[in-house]
């Protein structure tokens, strides 16, 4: 990359916040030059300080929080040294904008969207409130927002939540900054929609030429907009080059088990690569490398002298004594040279329950109706779906935030009663009024793992009550100590330490608990799991050790997985069929590798291309494919749920399912 | 929403039904004694107050008074006081009282806003400065001592030190009011302020208030364009409530300064067993009472767009 | 240490990658290069281990109650003030129950004697105004205690039953949209005052108020995931409130609690002053405050010593209740 | 939602706001007369030379109630409260009315007459006299007739509610019987009725338009005094065809015809009234104020704030007022201290003989023995001091208060001028005492406690015996009496004898303690009715139905005890003959004096005492009426008043002065 401009650079950074009398040093001297023009994408785990750190750029600290040591060159000006709201507000806006993380918070639900778009219009632009106006429109429909003039004087809760977020994008382009941070804008967001708005950022960064710093979690996303990439642990950036050098070349072991963690890499009934443990307490002093601890391949100097930056190129340079010369040697692991293209990934060969004769149905469900509400304010979350899920399998429902596979999964637990159709497990009804008996059966049997690890565990009880808490219910056992063994038997079995049985949720981390959450059911004895998005909540390093987890417990227990998720990447990777919903509707459903070589749906291809690949090359060029729903004329020809394959299923009219076959020969 | 309007002054109506009902059949629990003067009590046999009450209708069975009542009601026959003043419509003997209540309280009330508001907006933008600290001490207070206490200072300080009347006056209803409507509005201003300055508070850790910031706008046009506006949603849904509780009067403050208001007026006719006018107050009160949550949730809509009044409640998605 | 290592990082550049020479390394350790550069044993459970946080909820809460010094000192006041009811009552001079009237010793201002005067028929002050402090304290102890209990069961079946949500809705319109006064006087006229009724009563018009707020928060918590994998789990209604909900719950009771006792000292001098409060025969500082009513004006001691213990009570209480609120919110922990 | 929609919200809010606040629209203010206005004439006027004997009088009175006493009925037919009758007294003129010696004089009434010893009576109704409306008006003449209707009207039990009915239907002819007739009829058909019926069934008639005759049932010489109670006033047909049945019992200050001294021209309820003269009043001759206004205070404390801002003309004091001011010598009011006279009320210990326990049923045998005992009552009638109780209503003269007789002093006379309980207390052989408690006997009360623990200890009565005595449970004046008495108690008759248990009720002293009998005594006071020692002896009977005291609380007819009966019987038969003397009213006098004492003496109920309570004020009390029954005392004609409030020394004068005059 040729030498640019460097229009802001950062030397020692350190960032201290005061946390219940101790203090906690978020950023631990971090250095960054950001060039004019670039886009660079800052990726590291939650804790990581990749948020605290750019937050620094804008003075926008929370209270406890100060920069207490290093400095921010912006313009000639040391902006760490600025104090008051006045004299950051030079900064603000202007000069550095912002998009936040969660765009349902970040607009003003009182006003209407065109003002606020046209008071940062009017805050940074010398205009005529007219001509701000016209510029605010002009911004609402650089942002694709269609009907612009019509939206202009709509407020937030009528806009959807990508909608939003482009608001919020316009709202700070619209200050006409030099430099555009974008911490994680799409997280919250579906795959789709993530997928159009990291367009939208690409699209604007090159019309109005801003500097572009976009933090993520994700490298996946990395991939699709960043020029260069710096990566960030324990509030270090330990690795920064290139995007290319970033994901073919990495040199810092936790790059490489980033990106090895990453399900889209994994090969299917093998392992993913995992980062065990949990990130360093940042209130500790750390000496050494800070990922240590975590990482297997750890010299013995790791722990005692924390390792300068190595440069690998003029533009690639690692936090790692990996590159000094006297360390040993070590490979690169086999994802990274998968990625880098050094080796072909193969998915591995696929189970097809659904091909074996003496497969065993588990559940049914038929014609299954959910409907929340009475009279007017009804609202059918689920619509007439009927699947089947096999003994063994991993049978995956994947859609988008709203679309019903949430209520599915809990309607088969029973937590959601269902409004019409019936639901068979072992084939005898369990939806409806069902005998003390085949309750017992049934809760034993299903058992439910869920989301929000932070949620889903009381953290008024101790962990010894959360686990046993079913068996409890059940009376399974005989005495104490029996429930005891019990406890210890399904923690260990999680891989969770024993001891852990006395202590409190709050002491764990993520996926940790989520571990605890698995341990509650596994505990059960269960023949059934419904586990809901059990890993979109943690990070990418915790996913693949709970995604390892839940398939060595497949294997092991001969459990039987519905699978639910938002993300059809992960599910390419555990799941033996995959169900896609929209709307409270399947629209396809087949055997997971079928889906992805011939998916028939619209809403599928949609969800298939939105898969973001942690890939650059890939992800430069590939074609987007926007979901329509309006593509579908349902008003003569109604639509019906058709086999159209063995094993494959669509939802749709006679004429569509004619242009599907059609595809499907050709 | 005329749809809406209609199905939720006809649950109002339920609520007031059952409010009235019950307080009906209540009063008939109550001894009879109640009906007599001290005065009659001492002289009249029992049989003589038997016939009394046989006179006034009250030694009937309470539901075949209660049916009457109703049919009154419904007739637009609000019958008329018994002992308040006897034979006097109820209507014309609440008339008399609650537009004096409704002054007084009409004044602390604009007074209370006026003062209670720009308070919690200070206190809330100068969040741990000296004027906070006054204003907390003065909301504390306020909030914590008993009103009897307060009152007796302000009736003190008032009475003794400033010489102004302990007595409100027809003749001069400016000076004679101002003690009245100061203990009315002291209690309400540190209500307004303390919640003025919590909301502010909350809404200005919220992400858009970031969003703003990073925008680049001074903490003045944070304030006043957006957490002023939002802050005071929820405050508006109060409003009403408190408009419509003022014709209502403040009990203690209308017996402490002989107000001739509509605060005194129940407990009266509750202790004089006047059945007509505590059936119609309790009505009224009940009313004003569902009235005002109905018309918060219609203010709240009108500041608040994301609020949508369809079926039951005005609840936010 | 971090500069030092910069600086011999400076001082060193060769072809490839920068290194720090090898003796620093030896020297800043005390291992040799070797060993330095070798593999580390490695310990999954370090791993597990490290993520370790040693915050704890209800430490946090009352570290920061503890900040708040004013209400710290508020509630030191008040405990204070209520043991020295008993002891005052010991101390004083005349006892309660033995009180006499005497016409020559009417309104004697506080002196060695009596020590907070007498009353309008010559009985000492002192004493009636401890035996009332006690009495207000205990009355109002009891009210907010019943108050809670009371609102925490029917709040919790209140949010947590939906069949039952329409009935208390209408209860609590019916409680919320008429002045309580009316049945307060009802009441009073119809059953009496006494300590008791005025306990029951004022639990009976208040509890609503807490029931709504454990409403609003059983709300919040019911379909949160922990309890959904309890219902999953086969555990009964009555677990999951008192295990799983009733916990969350404990920092709002308690400021309701502590918010409960101002409010109803308050009401019960309200209630004094109109008549509608205890019966004659257990003073309680309202009873007091109502009768210096028509002295205060010659006799202020009469209103003063009432009204300053009710003060510092109710904002002991007040202070502290908002003090544990903020202490409380999570948000504060910082 | 839509713009629209929001709009539409706001409109429908700012249309319900505005019809409520439509329907309260202000008050139209109280019509004042231009009399009122300004402040009331007590300010002190500066350039007036300093106080001298001839200080000027006022033109203006302003006095005040407290708001519990804010009237309820402008009908003065259909009042039975002092604090109607107190205002409406000075609206409407009766047949006769008092001078300030309680002595009878013509009102309405020119003159009065029987000729069958009190059988018939004849009343020749003034002519001239104006039925006026609330601004002076003339409306209607007020002729005979009016007094008819009058009657009419409250013997109507659909027209007036079964209210004031039980003086007339006791004395007049056929006025039960009509009341009971109305009390049969349907509601529509006793409002409808006229004269017509009335008149053939009562004894009243108008024999012209200025002769009204009224049939008692016996001979009654007292008949006239009951002529000054509202029972037996006019009401004219005019004004009740004009405003309809409901309408007249409901009149209004504005609506209703006066004949008074005073019309009332501004009403505020519990905050204001106005009283002006009334320009068409036939006796130009009496004095009158030009207004009185009437303040509505909360209690008697503002009262007195309010006097010293010079807002009143007189205060009663209070007991912390009154100590106060009298404990201080450079009070500026010390001087000013003056007593009122006694209200009308005699306070007596009424002794329940037919108690029962707590539980309202069981007989509560101990007490009933011990009261029983003439020992046991003659302990406590020699024993007890009633000075500290005296004390609570005046502790500056707390044997002004001091009563020894049953009937009220001052109610009627001897023709030789002497005054009936002045003739009782000679025979009991009081003589009051402004030191001490005048019947107070120690000795005799040793002797008779001995006596009595001993003949009842024999009975197996326990000693002490428990006495419960009832206090409303609301209030604290209550609960300090009856603390003071509990201690008068203790200290006269030692914890062995008798012990008074406080108790306390809830609302209805009649329906909690009475009819369960659940008392031991209780202290009650008495007004008279009418002027004759009958009102008040009459209700301590034996066997009698109209005997309120022994029907409702002593309860002797239930008693047992042979010797009490007996005693009661004899009591009975006095009180029986006394009434028989129609023609010579010295004897009837005597008679009756002879039957209280007995009564006294027998200790069947024990006198307690009488309120004279202390003021200031800018009124001559002794010049006000003063009469001890029916409703005339409030009038305000032919006060004497002062610029200066009165001092204790001029009060002083003016009393010795009433005295001698009074008893001329």
């Not at chain 1, 935030?401 to 159709?421: E, M, Q, V």
């Not at chain 1, 890939?618 to 003569?636: A, M």
């Not at chain 2, 046009?221 to 405050?235: E, K, Q, S, T, Y």
């Not at chain 4, 008798?498 to 303690?513: D, G």
Request: with cysteine; net charge negative; proline share 4%.
């Amino acid at each position: 990359m040729e030498k640019e401009k460097i229009i802001l650079s950062a030397k020692d950074v350190e960032i201290q916040f005061s946390l219940r009398g101790d203090r906690l040093t978020a950023i631990r001297g971090c250095s960054l030059d950001l060039y004019e023009g670039e886009t660079l994408a800052i990726v590291g785990e939650s804790g990581s300080g990749k948020s605290v750190f750019t937050k620094s750029f804008l003075g926008m600290l929370d209270q406890n929080g100060s920069v207490t040591g290093g400095s921010i060159l912006f313009e000639g000006e040391d902006i760490a040294r600025l104090k008051s709201e006045k004299d950051w507000r030079r900064i603000r806006g202007g000069k550095i904008a912002m998009v936040m993380q969660d765009p349902m918070t970040s607009l003003n639900p009182l006003k209407r969207i065109g003002q606020q778009v046209e008071e940062s219009i009017l805050l940074h632009q010398q205009l005529t409130p007219a001509e701000a106006r016209k510029e605010a429109l002009h911004m609402l429909e650089l942002v694709g927002i269609p009907d612009a003039e019509r939206r202009y004087s709509q407020y937030p809760h009528e806009f959807s939540g990508g909608m939003r977020q482009r608001v919020v994008i316009a709202i700070a382009v619209a200050c006409r900054p030099r430099i555009l941070i974008c911490d994680e804008p799409t997280t919250a967001l579906d795959v789709t929609i993530q997928a159009q708005i990291l367009a939208l950022i690409r699209d604007l960064q090159k019309k109005f030429g801003m500097t572009i710093i976009y933090i993520t979690h994700d490298l996946g996303v990395v991939a699709n907009v960043a020029e260069r990439v710096a990566v960030m642990y324990a509030g270090q950036i330990i690795e920064i080059g290139t995007a290319e050098e970033i994901f073919y070349d990495p040199r810092h072991p936790y790059s490489w088990a980033l990106l090895g963690a990453l399900p889209q890499l994994g090969i299917k009934g093998e392992k993913l690569p995992t980062i065990e443990g949990t990130p360093p307490n940042l209130f500790n002093r750390i000496t050494g490398d800070a990922f240590a601890p975590r990482n297997r391949q750890a010299l013995q100097i790791d722990y005692q002298v924390e390792p300068p930056y190595f440069e690998v190129t003029s533009t690639h340079k690692a936090k790692t004594w990996l590159l000094d010369p006297r360390a040993p040697r070590v490979e690169q692991p086999d994802s990274i040279k998968r990625l880098s293209g050094r080796m072909t990934v193969d998915y591995g060969s696929a189970r097809h329950p659904h091909e074996d004769p003496d497969r065993e149905t588990l559940i049914q469900v038929r014609d299954m109706q959910v409907t929340f509400g009475t009279g007017r304010r009804k609202f059918v979350a689920v619509d007439h779906v009927s699947f089947e899920i096999y003994r063994g399998e991993t049978f995956a429902l994947v859609g988008e935030s709203g679309s019903g596979k949430t209520t599915i999964g809990r309607a088969i637990t029973r937590i959601n009663p269902i409004s019409a159709g019936e639901i068979l497990y072992k084939g005898r009804r369990i939806s409806g009024r069902i005998s003390k008996e085949l309750d017992r059966e049934v809760i034993k049997g299903c058992q439910m793992i869920f989301q929000d690890p932070l949620a889903s565990l009381n953290e008024r009880a101790k962990v010894d009550y959360i686990v046993s808490e079913g068996i409890r219910n059940l009376h399974m056992y005989r005495d104490e100590a029996e429930r005891q063994e019990m406890v210890r038997n399904a923690l260990c079995e999680v891989g969770l330490l024993p001891e852990f049985a006395s202590r409190f949720p709050h002491e764990f981390s993520g996926g940790q608990r989520q571990r605890i959450g698995i341990a509650r059911a596994l505990i059960m004895k269960p023949e059934f799991i419904v586990a809901d998005e059990p890993i979109s909540a943690l990070d990418v390093s915790i996913r693949a050790q709970v995604l390892n987890l839940l398939n060595e417990l497949k294997t092991t227990y001969g459990l039987t997985y519905l699978f639910i998720a938002h993300d059809l990447s992960v599910v390419r990777f555990i799941a033996d069929r995959i169900a896609v919903i929209y709307k409270g509707r399947i629209v396809e459903l087949s055997e997971a590798e079928e889906l992805f070589r011939h998916p028939l749906h619209p809403y599928t291809k949609a969800l298939l291309s939105a898969i973001p690949e942690p890939d650059p090359a890939v992800e430069r060029n590939k074609d987007l494919v926007v979901y329509d729903p309006s593509v579908h004329d349902y008003t003569e020809d109604k639509p019906v749920w058709c086999e159209i394959l063995p094993g494959h299923f669509v939802f749709g009219n006679s004429a569509e399912l004619e242009s599907y076959r059609a595809a499907l020969r050709a | 929403m005329l749809k809406y309007t209609i199905k939720r002054l006809l649950q109002s109506l339920l609520t007031v039904f059952v409010v009235v009902t019950i307080v009906f059949l209540l009063l008939r629990l109550m001894p009879t004694d109640y009906y007599f003067t001290e005065d009659e009590l001492i002289k009249l046999t029992d049989e003589q107050k038997d016939d009394i009450l046989q006179a006034a209708g009250l030694k009937d069975s309470a539901f075949v008074q209660l049916g009457r009542f109703y049919a009154a009601v419904f007739r637009g026959d609000l019958g008329t006081s018994r002992r308040i003043m006897n034979g006097k419509p109820v209507t014309e003997v609440i008339g008399d009282r609650f537009g004096i209540s409704m002054r007084m309280g009409c004044m602390a009330l604009i007074i209370s806003l006026l003062v209670g508001i720009p308070m919690g907006i200070l206190q809330a933008r100068h969040k741990d400065g000296v004027f906070d600290h006054f204003g907390t001490a003065y909301t504390i207070f306020i909030n914590a001592v008993p009103r009897l206490v307060s009152y007796s200072l302000v009736y003190i300080l008032g009475v003794r030190l400033l010489r102004l009347p302990a007595m409100y006056s027809t003749r001069q209803p400016g000076v004679s009011s101002i003690l009245p409507i100061l203990c009315l509005a002291m209690g309400s201003i540190a209500g307004y302020a303390l919640w003025m300055r919590r909301y502010m508070v909350d809404e200005m850790t919220k992400d858009y208030i970031k969003l703003a910031r990073i925008k680049g706008l001074t903490p003045r046009g944070i304030m006043f364009r957006h957490v002023l506006r939002n802050a005071f949603v929820p405050m508006a849904q109060n409003l009403p409530t408190t408009f419509l509780l003022t014709i209502g009067g403040s009990l203690l403050v209308e017996r402490f300064f002989s107000v001739p208001g509509m605060g005194p007026l129940l407990t009266n006719s509750i202790n004089r067993y006047d059945t007509n006018v505590v059936q119609i107050l309790v009505m009224l009160y009940a009313s004003m009472g569902v009235m005002g949550m109905f018309l918060g949730d219609l203010l709240m809509s009108a500041f608040d767009p994301r609020i949508r009044l369809t079926g039951k409640g005005g609840e936010s998605r | 240490m971090t500069d030092s290592i910069r600086s011999m990082f400076d001082e060193m550049p060769e072809q490839g990658g920068r290194i720090y020479s090898t003796e620093a390394l030896e020297q800043m350790t005390g291992e040799p290069e070797e060993k330095l550069f070798s593999f580390a044993e490695y310990h999954p459970e370090e791993a597990e281990r490290t993520g370790y946080s040693d915050y704890s909820y209800w430490k946090s809460v009352w570290r920061i109650f503890l900040k708040k010094k004013f209400a710290v000192a508020m509630v030191i006041l008040f405990l204070a003030v209520f043991v020295f009811s008993f002891v005052a009552l010991a101390i004083g001079k005349y006892q309660y129950d033995s009180l006499v009237p005497d016409n020559r010793q009417m309104f004697i201002s506080p002196n060695g004697e009596y020590w907070f005067g007498t009353d309008n028929i010559g009985r000492d002050y002192w004493c009636q105004v401890w035996y009332a402090t006690q009495t207000s304290i205990k009355l109002a102890a009891i009210v907010a205690l019943g108050e809670c209990v009371v609102g925490v069961v029917l709040g919790c079946l209140w949010g947590y039953v939906r069949k039952l949500d329409r009935f208390f809705t209408e209860i609590y319109n019916i409680l919320y949209s008429v002045p309580t006064i009316i049945y307060m006087t009802l009441i009073a006229l119809m059953i009496g005052r006494s300590f008791w009724i005025m306990c029951i009563t004022l639990i009976l018009f208040h509890w609503i108020y807490m029931a709504k707020n454990v409403r609003n928060l059983v709300f919040m918590y019911r379909d949160r995931e922990y309890n959904l994998a309890s219902r999953c789990l086969g555990t009964r209604l009555g677990t999951i409130l008192s295990r799983n909900i009733l916990p969350y719950l404990i920092s709002v009771i308690i400021l309701r609690l502590a918010l409960s006792i101002p409010s109803t000292i308050g009401y019960e001098t309200t209630l004094s002053y109109l008549g509608l409060g205890l019966d004659v025969n257990t003073p309680s500082l309202g009873i007091l405050l109502r009768n210096s009513r028509a002295y205060f004006l010659d006799y202020p001691y009469l209103l003063i010593f009432p009204a300053a213990i009710v003060s510092i009570v109710t904002v002991a209480f007040y202070l502290a209740g908002n003090a544990f609120s903020d202490a409380a919110d999570p948000r504060n922990h910082v | 939602m839509t713009t629209q929609k929001r709009l539409a919200a706001l409109l429908l809010i700012a249309a319900l706001l505005v019809s409520v606040a439509a329907c309260t629209k202000a008050p139209t203010p109280p019509d004042s007369t231009p009399g009122t206005e300004g402040t009331p004439g007590t300010t002190p006027d500066t350039s007036q030379p300093p106080v001298t004997q001839t200080a000027k009088e006022l033109t203006d009175w302003v006095t005040y109630l407290t708001t519990v006493n804010e009237m309820e009925t402008f009908n003065i037919l259909y009042s039975q409260n002092n604090k109607e009758l107190q205002v409406l007294t000075n609206c409407i003129d009766p047949l006769i009315t008092h001078d300030n010696y309680g002595n009878m004089v013509p009102a309405a009434a020119e003159s009065w007459s029987t000729d069958d010893n009190g059988k018939t009576w004849v009343f020749q109704i003034r002519p001239g006299i104006k039925w006026v409306d609330y601004q002076g008006n003339p409306m209607a003449d007020l002729v005979a007739s009016d007094w008819l209707y009058g009657l009419e009207w409250v013997l109507n039990f659909h027209k007036n509610e079964a209210k004031n009915t039980s003086m007339p239907t006791e004395m007049i002819e056929g006025a039960a019987a009509y009341y009971n007739y109305t009390k049969d009829l349907s509601e529509d058909e006793g409002k409808a009725l006229g004269l017509d019926v009335f008149l053939s069934m009562v004894g009243i008639e108008a024999r012209d338009e200025h002769t009204l005759v009224y049939t008692c049932l016996a001979p009654m010489p007292y008949f006239p005094t009951l002529a000054t109670y509202n029972c037996l006033y006019p009401a004219a047909p005019e004004l009740i065809e004009q405003l309809g049945i409901d309408g007249f019992r409901a009149c209004t200050y504005d609506n209703m015809w006066y004949t008074g001294p005073y019309t009332i021209t501004t009403f505020v309820a519990e905050n204001e009234k106005v009283l002006t003269k009334n320009p068409s009043y036939w006796d130009e001759s009496c004095k009158r104020f030009d207004t009185v206004t009437y303040k509505m205070v909360e209690s008697a404390d503002v009262a007195f704030q309010m006097y010293q801002a010079g807002q009143l003309d007189h205060v009663d004091l209070t007991e912390s007022n009154l100590t106060t001011i009298y404990n201080n010598e450079r009070n500026e009011l010390h001087d000013n201290l003056v007593e009122a006279r006694p209200t009308k009320y005699s306070y007596q210990i009424h002794l329940c003989y037919d108690k029962n326990q707590e539980d309202g049923v069981t007989a509560d045998d101990n007490w009933n023995k011990a009261v029983a005992n003439e020992a046991f009552r003659l302990a406590w009638y020699y024993g007890l001091d009633a000075t500290n109780y005296l004390s609570r209503t005046n502790f500056i003269n707390p044997q002004k208060c001091a009563n020894y007789t049953y009937t009220m002093s001052n109610l009627v006379s001897f023709s030789d001028g002497t005054e009936y309980t002045a003739r009782v207390r000679e025979l009991l052989g009081i003589v009051p005492d402004d030191e001490s408690f005048a019947r107070l006997d120690a000795e005799k009360a040793q002797a008779y406690k001995a006596q009595a623990m001993e003949e009842l200890a024999a009975q197996g009565v326990t000693f002490p015996v428990r006495a419960d005595y009832y206090i409303s449970g609301s209030s604290q004046t209550a609960l300090d009496t009856a603390n003071v008495l509990k201690q008068v108690f203790t200290d006269c008759l030692g914890d062995d004898f008798c012990v008074l248990n406080i108790c306390t009720y809830i609302s209805s002293i009649a329906n909690e303690v009475r009819n369960p009998r659940k008392a031991s005594f209780y202290i009650n006071g008495w007004g008279a009715d009418y002027g004759d020692p009958q009102n008040y002896l009459g209700q301590e009977t034996y066997g009698e139905d109209n005997a309120y005291y022994s029907e409702a609380y002593s309860k002797i007819n239930d008693a047992t005890d042979p010797q009490l009966i007996a005693t009661y019987q004899h009591y009975t038969e006095m009180v029986n003959a006394a009434a028989a003397i129609v023609d010579d009213m010295d004897a009837r006098y005597e008679a009756y004096a002879q039957a209280e004492v007995y009564m006294i003496e027998h200790a069947l109920v024990i006198p307690w005492y009488k309120n004279v309570t202390w003021q200031v004020t800018h009124a001559n009390d002794y010049s006000k009426i003063y009469a001890l029954y029916g409703c005339q005392t409030n009038r305000f004609v032919n006060w004497v008043t002062s610029e200066d409030a009165y001092t204790t020394a001029e009060y002083d004068a003016f009393a010795a002065a009433y005295e001698t005059e009074a008893s001329r």
